[in-house]
């Protein structure tokens, strides 16, 4: 059985063995312009041939220039997560990452109201109501709204027409609920039935 020969050892004094490190400081004809936001470095130098080894020395001499200012330059701080570096903010405009969100298709109320030239009063009413009875600002709707005003009342008085055709005694006390919750639900349909117009292709 052969035996494997022994890997070379190197003595202080063998050329072989000194560093091969590169110097931490780059110079150039024309110095690096930065963007430490982006983390970019610029080079303005032509390149001397387009080469990988050419290529390669570029690119080094480039991410160590800009470790060189990111040190130099921005605040280092001593956290419980580890040394973190604050970068300033950018200066270089990015492209969007994604394209425009589509315009939203109008609803047909908000197309004939173009049409019509009708503005929307609502923005600017807000949505408290002055309540003459007890002198207090009262939300229009949800909880205490005036749009459910006699539902409480411990009286209510019997329309005997609307019994006969719905079939129920005393159901006015709820008729208000029963429609508000129609009302609801028929507003939810609608807004469904827009939004799958709108997805529609024109």
């Known amino acids: 059985m052969e035996k494997s020969e022994p890997h070379p050892h190197y003595t202080a004094s063998d050329p072989s063995a000194k560093s091969t490190r590169l110097p931490i400081t780059v110079e150039k004809p024309t110095p690096y312009t930065f963007d430490l936001g982006n983390l970019l470095a610029i080079d303005p130098n032509p390149l001397e041939s387009i080469t990988e080894a050419t290529l390669s020395s570029t690119a080094r001499d480039g991410a160590q220039a800009l470790l060189n200012q990111l040190l130099s330059t921005c605040p280092v701080n001593s956290t419980l997560a580890g040394v973190l570096l604050t970068l300033p903010p950018s200066t270089t405009p990015l492209p969007r990452e994604k394209p425009l969100p589509a315009e939203k298709a109008m609803t047909k109320w908000e197309q004939f109201a173009k049409k019509k030239g009708i503005k929307d009063k609502k923005r600017g009413e807000g949505k408290m ?63 469904r039935a827009n939004d799958r ?3 529609k292709p024109a």
């Open 129 to 191: 109501v002055y309540d003459e009875a007890t002198g207090e600002w009262m939300p229009k709707w949800g909880y205490k709204g005036t749009n459910k005003d006699g539902e409480g009342d411990w009286l209510v008085e019997v329309d005997e027409k609307k019994e006969k055709e719905s079939g129920q005694v005393g159901a006015e006390r709820s008729q208000g609920r029963r429609e508000r919750k129609e009302s609801v639900r028929r507003n939810e349909r609608k807004a």
């Open 197 to 199: 117009r709108g997805r």
